[in-house]
Structures are given as C-alpha cells and as structure tokens.
C-alpha cells in the first residue's frame, strides 16, 4: 500500500553559514494530525523564502525507497525528515511521477506535483558528506515539490493514491537530469493547454531548453 511514513515539520531553526545565517532543512516528524495549508504544514517555516517554499514549493517529498538507496551508500541512518522533507513515502512513484500529477493523501488533503528538489549547500551542511551536493544531484532522484491543491489534516501511516497524471509523459527525475529540448516542449504544450500549470521556475527552464 502507498503510505505517508513520516510527517516532518521544523523543529528549530539552525544557524548556518550562508547568505540568510540560518535555516530551516532541521525537519523532525510529528504524532498525530497536523494541518495541511495552501502555503505548506501547520507550523511549518522556511529560513531562505527567495528559493525555498511558496504555493509551488509548499510541500517537498521523498520517496523512503530512495533515501534507503542512500542508508547503503553512506552507511549511517536517515531519519525522517533529515533530508529536509515535510512527507516521506513508502510505495509512492514520486521520482518517476509525471510532472502535474495529483495524489489524494488521507481523505481531504490533494496535490500536485510541480518539479524536483533542487540540492543546495545548506543541504550538505546540514548532511555533513562530502561533495553531497554533486552526488545527490548526480543520482538524479531527489524527491519532488508539491503544490496543495486541497487543503486537511494528514498524519503518519494516511494511504496516497493517484488522482490524476497528465499525458505530456515527463518525469520528476527525468526533468532533473536531462532538460531535454522536446521534454521542455511538451511541459510547455501541457501548459498553455491548461493540462498543468507548471512552476515558474520549472517554466523557466523549459522555455531556455525549448529553444536549444
């Protein structure tokens, strides 16, 4: 079954040697129901709000199949909410889920997938590996960023099912890793047909790689 492991809010905002001097990736996961909002979780922050959360980046997920990828490859435990996610899942395609996809998560809340996490150097800090940045990003499956699009509770063990799944047919990891020119086309087809309203920054990148 396609399940909520974890629901993981802030626990403290850490300083931090970038730009903002703090932040707030230190997620830890909740007992009980907490509510889910247009703008992210109940409780929920962002220390750097220029690249992290809005509508388009309320929610970000990770897949607990691939963060067990990484338990082999580092050799130390990963607990929920340390890579900074809000849900962890277990069973849900989230790295190979067509961008504009809609789960249904417990039975009220709904939303949509807009694009793939984009690693920073917060990230590794907060890691604490070496060349984090470079080998999560090369590995390419790095969970996905989610739009709410119904708002409710949600806790630890909810079923996520498919609501929806646009026809353009690209990936969350395959946008990632290639940007390709007639991926970029179709994101953009899919938009301006209203099938999905694709993130600014996912439009962006289309519009660069469209014309390549």
């Keep these: 079954m396609s399940s909520l492991v974890a629901v993981c809010r802030v626990h403290t905002l850490r300083p931090d040697e970038g730009s903002v001097g703090a932040t707030a990736i230190d997620k830890r996961p909740l007992d009980g ?6 703008i992210g979780l109940y409780g929920d ?23 067990d990828h990484w338990v082999g490859e580092l050799g130390r435990d990963l607990p929920a909410g340390v890579f900074g996610e809000n849900l962890r899942t277990r069973g849900v395609v989230v ?17 949509e997938v807009t694009g793939p996490r984009i690693p920073c150097a917060t990230f590794a ?9 470079r080998r ?21 063990g909810d079923a996520v099912q498919v609501v929806a799944v646009p026809d353009h047919g690209v990936g969350v990891a395959a946008w990632f890793t290639r940007k390709d020119p007639a991926d ?29």
């Design 33 to 38: 129901s907490v509510r889910v909002r247009r």
């Design 45 to 67: 922050v962002q220390a750097d709000r220029e690249y992290h959360g809005g509508y388009d980046q309320a929610l970000y997920m990770v897949a607990e199949e691939e963060v």
């Design 95 to 111: 790295d190979d889920a067509v961008i504009g996809t809609r789960w249904r998560i417990g039975a009220d809340v709904e939303v």
């Design 125 to 133: 800090r907060f890691l604490g590996e070496q060349r984090w940045v």
């Design 136 to 156: 999560f990003a090369e590995h390419g499956r790095t969970g996905a960023y989610l739009r709410v699009v119904h708002t409710g509770d949600v806790s630890a």
């Design 184 to 212: 970029a086309r179709a994101l953009l087809a899919a938009d301006a047909a209203g099938d999905v309203r694709l993130a600014a920054t996912v439009r962006e990148d289309a519009e660069k790689a469209a014309a390549r």
